[in-house]
Protein backbone atom coordinates (compact mmCIF):
# COMPACT_ATOMS: atom_id res chain seq x y z
CA UNK A 1 0.00 0.00 0.00
CA UNK A 2 2.98 2.32 0.34
CA UNK A 3 4.65 2.23 -2.56
CA UNK A 4 4.57 6.19 -2.78
CA UNK A 5 7.99 8.16 -1.93
CA UNK A 6 5.96 11.38 -1.42
CA UNK A 7 6.23 12.65 2.56
CA UNK A 8 2.59 14.02 2.23
CA UNK A 9 0.82 11.05 0.35
CA UNK A 10 2.61 8.65 2.49
CA UNK A 11 0.78 10.25 5.56
CA UNK A 12 -2.04 10.50 3.83
CA UNK A 13 -2.17 6.83 3.50
CA UNK A 14 -1.33 6.78 7.34
CA UNK A 15 -4.18 8.58 7.90
CA UNK A 16 -6.63 6.45 5.43
CA UNK A 17 -5.40 3.47 7.35
CA UNK A 18 -6.73 4.82 10.34
CA UNK A 19 -10.02 5.97 8.99
CA UNK A 20 -10.31 1.92 7.78
CA UNK A 21 -9.18 1.41 11.80
CA UNK A 22 -12.52 3.88 13.55
CA UNK A 23 -14.78 3.08 10.07
CA UNK A 24 -13.87 -0.93 11.36
CA UNK A 25 -14.50 0.46 15.02
CA UNK A 26 -17.99 1.83 14.22
CA UNK A 27 -19.58 -1.18 12.22
CA UNK A 28 -18.56 -3.24 14.90
CA UNK A 29 -20.41 -1.48 17.26
CA UNK A 30 -23.30 -1.17 15.20
CA UNK A 31 -23.09 -4.58 14.56
CA UNK A 32 -23.35 -5.31 18.74
CA UNK A 33 -25.78 -2.92 18.82
CA UNK A 34 -28.37 -4.49 16.52
CA UNK A 35 -27.69 -8.00 17.57
CA UNK A 36 -28.35 -7.26 21.61
CA UNK A 37 -31.34 -5.68 20.10
CA UNK A 38 -32.67 -8.03 17.99
CA UNK A 39 -35.52 -10.20 20.03
CA UNK A 40 -34.31 -12.45 22.46
CA UNK A 41 -34.94 -15.88 20.35
CA UNK A 42 -33.77 -18.58 22.93
CA UNK A 43 -35.74 -18.58 26.47
CA UNK A 44 -33.64 -19.82 29.12
CA UNK A 45 -34.34 -23.64 29.64
CA UNK A 46 -34.95 -24.97 33.07
CA UNK A 47 -34.82 -28.39 34.44
CA UNK A 48 -38.51 -28.41 35.35
CA UNK A 49 -39.33 -27.87 31.54
CA UNK A 50 -38.26 -31.73 30.86
CA UNK A 51 -39.38 -33.43 34.21
CA UNK A 52 -42.66 -35.47 34.44
CA UNK A 53 -44.34 -33.16 37.09
CA UNK A 54 -47.49 -34.91 37.54
CA UNK A 55 -44.73 -37.80 39.01
CA UNK A 56 -42.35 -35.05 40.27
CA UNK A 57 -45.11 -32.88 42.00
CA UNK A 58 -46.67 -35.25 44.28
CA UNK A 59 -42.85 -36.80 44.93
CA UNK A 60 -41.40 -32.44 45.58
CA UNK A 61 -44.86 -32.45 48.32
CA UNK A 62 -43.52 -35.61 50.04
CA UNK A 63 -40.54 -34.55 50.34
CA UNK A 64 -41.95 -31.14 51.98
CA UNK A 65 -44.22 -32.48 54.29
CA UNK A 66 -41.62 -35.55 55.73
CA UNK A 67 -38.81 -32.73 56.48
CA UNK A 68 -41.31 -30.42 58.07
CA UNK A 69 -43.08 -33.75 60.42
CA UNK A 70 -39.27 -34.55 60.88
CA UNK A 71 -38.75 -31.13 62.34
CA UNK A 72 -41.81 -30.77 64.38
CA UNK A 73 -41.37 -34.17 65.90
CA UNK A 74 -37.87 -33.85 66.33
CA UNK A 75 -39.06 -31.08 68.46
CA UNK A 76 -41.40 -33.04 70.34
CA UNK A 77 -38.57 -35.34 71.02
CA UNK A 78 -36.58 -33.15 72.57
CA UNK A 79 -39.33 -31.79 75.02
CA UNK A 80 -40.41 -35.58 75.85
CA UNK A 81 -36.63 -36.41 76.53
CA UNK A 82 -36.56 -34.08 79.27
CA UNK A 83 -39.68 -35.05 80.85
CA UNK A 84 -38.13 -38.25 80.79
CA UNK A 85 -34.95 -37.30 82.48
CA UNK A 86 -37.37 -35.38 85.06
CA UNK A 87 -39.25 -38.77 85.67
CA UNK A 88 -36.34 -40.77 85.77
CA UNK A 89 -34.70 -38.14 88.26
CA UNK A 90 -37.62 -38.37 90.37
CA UNK A 91 -38.13 -42.34 90.51
CA UNK A 92 -34.62 -42.31 91.43
CA UNK A 93 -34.95 -40.22 93.98
CA UNK A 94 -38.09 -41.28 95.63
CA UNK A 95 -36.12 -45.03 95.78
CA UNK A 96 -33.45 -43.69 97.60
CA UNK A 97 -35.81 -41.93 100.14
CA UNK A 98 -37.87 -45.04 100.33
CA UNK A 99 -35.13 -46.84 100.71
CA UNK A 100 -33.95 -45.05 103.52
CA UNK A 101 -37.51 -45.20 105.21
CA UNK A 102 -37.67 -49.03 104.82
CA UNK A 103 -34.53 -49.10 105.87
CA UNK A 104 -35.77 -47.12 109.21
CA UNK A 105 -38.68 -49.35 109.61
CA UNK A 106 -36.99 -52.32 109.68
CA UNK A 107 -34.79 -51.12 112.54
CA UNK A 108 -37.73 -49.68 114.33
CA UNK A 109 -40.05 -53.03 113.23
CA UNK A 110 -43.34 -50.67 114.50
CA UNK A 111 -46.52 -52.21 112.63
CA UNK A 112 -48.55 -49.34 112.99
CA UNK A 113 -46.34 -48.19 109.87
CA UNK A 114 -47.54 -50.86 107.17
CA UNK A 115 -50.50 -48.28 105.45
CA UNK A 116 -47.69 -45.53 105.26
CA UNK A 117 -45.92 -48.42 103.41
CA UNK A 118 -48.59 -49.40 101.21
CA UNK A 119 -48.69 -45.48 100.66
CA UNK A 120 -45.24 -44.89 99.45
CA UNK A 121 -45.02 -48.19 97.61
CA UNK A 122 -47.55 -47.34 95.71
CA UNK A 123 -46.35 -43.63 95.23
CA UNK A 124 -43.40 -44.84 94.09
CA UNK A 125 -45.25 -47.29 91.32
CA UNK A 126 -47.04 -44.33 90.41
CA UNK A 127 -43.60 -42.40 89.84
CA UNK A 128 -41.91 -45.60 87.78
CA UNK A 129 -45.15 -45.06 85.99
CA UNK A 130 -44.97 -41.49 84.71
CA UNK A 131 -41.31 -42.80 84.20
CA UNK A 132 -42.74 -45.47 81.81
CA UNK A 133 -44.82 -43.10 80.00
CA UNK A 134 -42.32 -40.88 79.26
CA UNK A 135 -39.85 -43.39 77.64
CA UNK A 136 -43.03 -44.79 75.83
CA UNK A 137 -43.40 -41.21 74.63
CA UNK A 138 -40.00 -40.75 73.57
CA UNK A 139 -39.92 -44.00 71.86
CA UNK A 140 -43.21 -43.05 69.78
CA UNK A 141 -41.79 -39.65 68.57
CA UNK A 142 -38.35 -41.07 67.62
CA UNK A 143 -40.43 -43.10 65.61
CA UNK A 144 -42.38 -40.89 63.84
CA UNK A 145 -38.91 -38.90 63.40
CA UNK A 146 -37.71 -42.34 61.85
CA UNK A 147 -40.75 -42.68 59.49
CA UNK A 148 -40.41 -39.16 58.36
CA UNK A 149 -37.25 -39.60 57.48
CA UNK A 150 -37.24 -42.67 55.60
CA UNK A 151 -40.36 -41.09 53.55
CA UNK A 152 -38.50 -38.35 52.67
CA UNK A 153 -35.78 -40.66 51.24
CA UNK A 154 -37.94 -42.83 49.01
CA UNK A 155 -39.53 -39.55 47.47
CA UNK A 156 -36.23 -38.37 46.65
CA UNK A 157 -34.56 -41.46 45.27
CA UNK A 158 -37.71 -41.79 43.15
CA UNK A 159 -37.26 -37.96 42.35
CA UNK A 160 -33.79 -38.52 41.76
CA UNK A 161 -34.32 -40.96 38.61
CA UNK A 162 -36.91 -38.07 37.61
CA UNK A 163 -34.11 -35.28 37.29
CA UNK A 164 -31.82 -37.70 35.75
CA UNK A 165 -34.18 -38.14 32.51
CA UNK A 166 -34.55 -34.80 32.68
CA UNK A 167 -31.17 -33.50 32.42
CA UNK A 168 -30.91 -35.72 29.57
CA UNK A 169 -33.44 -34.22 27.96
CA UNK A 170 -32.06 -30.82 29.27
CA UNK A 171 -28.85 -31.29 27.58
CA UNK A 172 -30.07 -32.61 24.88
CA UNK A 173 -32.55 -29.65 23.81
CA UNK A 174 -29.28 -27.58 24.59
CA UNK A 175 -27.21 -29.08 22.41
CA UNK A 176 -29.88 -28.27 19.71
CA UNK A 177 -29.97 -24.34 21.10
CA UNK A 178 -26.44 -23.92 20.73
CA UNK A 179 -26.40 -25.45 17.18
CA UNK A 180 -29.84 -22.76 16.53
CA UNK A 181 -27.53 -19.86 17.85
CA UNK A 182 -24.92 -21.19 15.72
CA UNK A 183 -27.27 -20.84 12.63
CA UNK A 184 -28.62 -17.32 13.17
CA UNK A 185 -25.19 -16.20 14.11
CA UNK A 186 -23.58 -18.17 10.73
CA UNK A 187 -26.53 -16.59 8.77
CA UNK A 188 -25.76 -12.70 9.82
CA UNK A 189 -22.33 -13.53 9.27
CA UNK A 190 -21.56 -15.07 6.50
CA UNK A 191 -22.84 -13.00 4.12
CA UNK A 192 -20.60 -9.69 5.62
CA UNK A 193 -17.50 -12.74 5.40
CA UNK A 194 -18.62 -13.21 1.40
CA UNK A 195 -18.81 -9.61 0.56
CA UNK A 196 -15.79 -9.30 2.51
CA UNK A 197 -13.94 -11.52 0.52
CA UNK A 198 -15.18 -9.89 -2.52
CA UNK A 199 -14.30 -6.45 -1.72
CA UNK A 200 -10.67 -8.21 -0.99
CA UNK A 201 -10.39 -10.03 -4.43
CA UNK A 202 -11.95 -6.81 -6.31
CA UNK A 203 -12.08 -3.63 -4.45
CA UNK A 204 -8.83 -3.49 -1.61
CA UNK A 205 -7.22 -1.18 -4.67
CA UNK A 206 -9.37 0.99 -5.33
CA UNK A 207 -9.67 4.90 -4.67
CA UNK A 208 -12.13 3.61 -1.63
CA UNK A 209 -9.46 1.50 -0.04
CA UNK A 210 -9.98 2.62 3.71
CA UNK A 211 -13.70 1.95 3.44
CA UNK A 212 -13.25 -1.61 2.03
CA UNK A 213 -10.48 -2.41 4.35
CA UNK A 214 -12.83 -1.29 7.27
CA UNK A 215 -15.57 -3.68 5.73
CA UNK A 216 -13.16 -6.27 5.53
CA UNK A 217 -12.00 -5.92 9.68
CA UNK A 218 -15.27 -5.77 10.54
CA UNK A 219 -16.55 -9.12 8.43
CA UNK A 220 -13.42 -10.94 10.23
CA UNK A 221 -14.26 -9.50 13.56
CA UNK A 222 -17.92 -10.91 13.42
CA UNK A 223 -16.22 -14.28 12.04
CA UNK A 224 -13.98 -14.90 14.34
CA UNK A 225 -15.27 -13.13 17.86
CA UNK A 226 -19.17 -13.39 17.07
CA UNK A 227 -19.16 -16.52 15.25
CA UNK A 228 -16.73 -18.82 15.98
CA UNK A 229 -16.69 -19.18 19.51
CA UNK A 230 -20.28 -19.94 19.24
CA UNK A 231 -19.20 -22.97 16.70
CA UNK A 232 -20.89 -26.21 18.13
CA UNK A 233 -17.98 -28.49 19.44
CA UNK A 234 -19.29 -32.00 19.17
CA UNK A 235 -16.05 -33.32 20.68
CA UNK A 236 -13.63 -30.85 19.07
CA UNK A 237 -14.37 -32.43 15.79
CA UNK A 238 -16.29 -29.58 13.66
CA UNK A 239 -13.33 -26.76 15.34
CA UNK A 240 -10.96 -28.94 13.58
CA UNK A 241 -12.53 -29.75 10.59
CA UNK A 242 -13.29 -25.65 10.14
CA UNK A 243 -9.60 -25.42 10.82
CA UNK A 244 -8.21 -27.68 8.57
CA UNK A 245 -10.70 -26.50 5.67
CA UNK A 246 -9.87 -22.53 6.60
CA UNK A 247 -5.99 -23.22 6.63
CA UNK A 248 -6.63 -24.83 2.97
CA UNK A 249 -8.58 -22.32 1.79
CA UNK A 250 -6.58 -19.85 2.69
CA UNK A 251 -3.23 -21.87 2.02
CA UNK A 252 -4.42 -22.71 -1.72
CA UNK A 253 -4.92 -18.44 -2.53
CA UNK A 254 -1.63 -18.32 -1.25
CA UNK A 255 -0.02 -20.80 -3.43
CA UNK A 256 -1.97 -19.57 -6.55
CA UNK A 257 -1.18 -16.26 -6.10
CA UNK A 258 2.56 -17.24 -5.64
CA UNK A 259 2.41 -19.01 -8.68
CA UNK A 260 0.31 -16.22 -10.82
CA UNK A 261 2.94 -13.66 -9.45
CA UNK A 262 5.99 -15.93 -10.62
CA UNK A 263 4.19 -16.48 -14.02
CA UNK A 264 3.49 -12.81 -14.62
CA UNK A 265 7.05 -12.25 -13.89
CA UNK A 266 8.13 -14.36 -16.03
CA UNK A 267 6.70 -13.43 -18.77
CA UNK A 268 7.26 -9.94 -17.73
CA UNK A 269 10.82 -10.47 -17.63
CA UNK A 270 10.33 -11.84 -21.21
CA UNK A 271 8.83 -8.82 -22.72
CA UNK A 272 11.67 -5.80 -24.15
CA UNK A 273 13.25 -3.78 -21.77
CA UNK A 274 11.28 -0.91 -22.60
CA UNK A 275 8.00 -2.47 -22.35
CA UNK A 276 8.74 -3.59 -18.98
CA UNK A 277 9.86 0.16 -17.93
CA UNK A 278 6.47 0.96 -19.18
CA UNK A 279 4.67 -1.19 -17.29
CA UNK A 280 6.71 -0.57 -13.79
CA UNK A 281 5.25 2.58 -11.78
CA UNK A 282 7.87 5.47 -11.16
CA UNK A 283 6.94 4.92 -7.00
CA UNK A 284 7.15 1.07 -7.66
CA UNK A 285 10.66 1.06 -9.19
CA UNK A 286 11.48 3.82 -7.29
CA UNK A 287 11.00 2.01 -3.68
CA UNK A 288 12.50 -1.52 -4.72
CA UNK A 289 15.58 0.55 -6.38
CA UNK A 290 15.66 2.46 -2.48
CA UNK A 291 16.03 -1.59 -0.84
CA UNK A 292 19.06 -2.49 -3.49
CA UNK A 293 16.75 -4.95 -5.30
CA UNK A 294 16.24 -5.16 -9.05
CA UNK A 295 12.53 -2.97 -9.71
CA UNK A 296 11.61 -5.18 -12.51
CA UNK A 297 12.74 -9.26 -10.91
CA UNK A 298 12.96 -7.80 -7.28
CA UNK A 299 16.25 -9.89 -6.60
CA UNK A 300 19.28 -7.90 -5.19
CA UNK A 301 21.39 -6.30 -7.29
CA UNK A 302 24.71 -4.36 -6.19
CA UNK A 303 23.41 -0.71 -7.31
CA UNK A 304 26.86 1.01 -6.15
CA UNK A 305 28.77 -0.24 -8.83
CA UNK A 306 29.55 1.72 -11.60
CA UNK A 307 30.71 -1.00 -13.58
CA UNK A 308 26.83 -2.44 -13.09
CA UNK A 309 24.16 -1.19 -16.09
CA UNK A 310 21.44 -4.08 -16.31
CA UNK A 311 20.22 -6.08 -13.82
CA UNK A 312 22.35 -9.78 -14.20
CA UNK A 313 19.36 -11.03 -13.19
CA UNK A 314 16.69 -10.34 -15.64
CA UNK A 315 18.41 -7.82 -18.06
CA UNK A 316 16.32 -5.22 -17.46
CA UNK A 317 18.46 -1.70 -17.64
CA UNK A 318 19.12 -0.09 -14.28
CA UNK A 319 21.76 2.88 -15.46
CA UNK A 320 21.62 4.93 -18.87
CA UNK A 321 23.33 8.14 -19.84
CA UNK A 322 21.80 11.32 -20.66
CA UNK A 323 20.55 12.30 -24.37
CA UNK A 324 22.07 15.40 -23.65
CA UNK A 325 25.51 15.48 -21.75
CA UNK A 326 25.59 11.88 -21.49
CA UNK A 327 25.93 11.37 -17.53
CA UNK A 328 25.73 8.31 -15.90
CA UNK A 329 21.95 8.19 -14.55
CA UNK A 330 19.60 5.83 -13.29
CA UNK A 331 17.43 4.48 -16.18
CA UNK A 332 14.53 5.07 -14.34
CA UNK A 333 14.58 8.58 -13.34
CA UNK A 334 12.32 10.74 -15.19
CA UNK A 335 15.23 13.45 -15.48
CA UNK A 336 18.94 13.72 -15.83
CA UNK A 337 20.33 15.06 -12.75
CA UNK A 338 23.40 16.73 -14.18
CA UNK A 339 21.30 18.65 -17.20
CA UNK A 340 17.53 18.01 -16.28
CA UNK A 341 16.85 17.30 -19.60
CA UNK A 342 13.63 15.61 -19.64
CA UNK A 343 14.47 11.94 -20.00
CA UNK A 344 11.29 11.32 -21.63
CA UNK A 345 11.87 12.52 -25.39
CA UNK A 346 14.61 10.38 -25.63
CA UNK A 347 12.37 6.96 -25.42
CA UNK A 348 11.67 7.38 -29.20
CA UNK A 349 15.48 7.96 -29.69
CA UNK A 350 16.10 4.77 -27.75
CA UNK A 351 13.73 3.07 -29.60
CA UNK A 352 15.01 4.48 -32.55
CA UNK A 353 18.80 3.28 -31.49
CA UNK A 354 17.84 -0.46 -30.86
CA UNK A 355 15.97 -1.00 -33.73
CA UNK A 356 18.77 0.96 -35.43
CA UNK A 357 21.75 -1.14 -33.42
CA UNK A 358 19.54 -4.75 -34.52
CA UNK A 359 18.53 -3.42 -37.71
CA UNK A 360 16.87 -5.88 -40.34
CA UNK A 361 16.04 -5.11 -43.58
CA UNK A 362 12.70 -7.14 -42.43
CA UNK A 363 10.08 -4.37 -41.34
CA UNK A 364 9.63 -1.38 -38.62
CA UNK A 365 7.02 -3.40 -36.68
CA UNK A 366 9.50 -5.23 -34.58
CA UNK A 367 9.61 -3.11 -31.03
CA UNK A 368 5.70 -4.69 -30.25
CA UNK A 369 7.23 -8.68 -29.25
ZN1 LIG B 1 16.31 -7.96 -12.65
ZN1 LIG C 1 22.02 15.34 -18.68
Redesign the pocket.
Known amino acids: MSKSLRLSEKWFRRGLWLVALVFASFLIGLGGTIVNDLPKVERVLQLDDFIDLAAAGPLRSTIKSSEEKELAASRELDQVRLQLTAAQQASANARETFGNWIATRRATAQPDQDPELIARTKSLDALKQKEDEAQRKVAAQRQIVLDARQAEQRARESLAVLERAAQEKLEAEYRRVELRVFGYRLALTLPLLVVAGWLFVKKRKGTYWPFVWGFIFFALFAFFVELVPYLPSYGGYVRYVVGILATVLVGRYAIVALNRYLARQKLAEQQPDQVRREELSYDTALTRLGKGVCPGCERPVDLKNNEIDFCPHCGIGLFDH??????R?SAFSKF?H????SALPRVPLASAASSADSFTPGGPAQPAV
Do not use: I
Open positions: CGQCETKCACGT
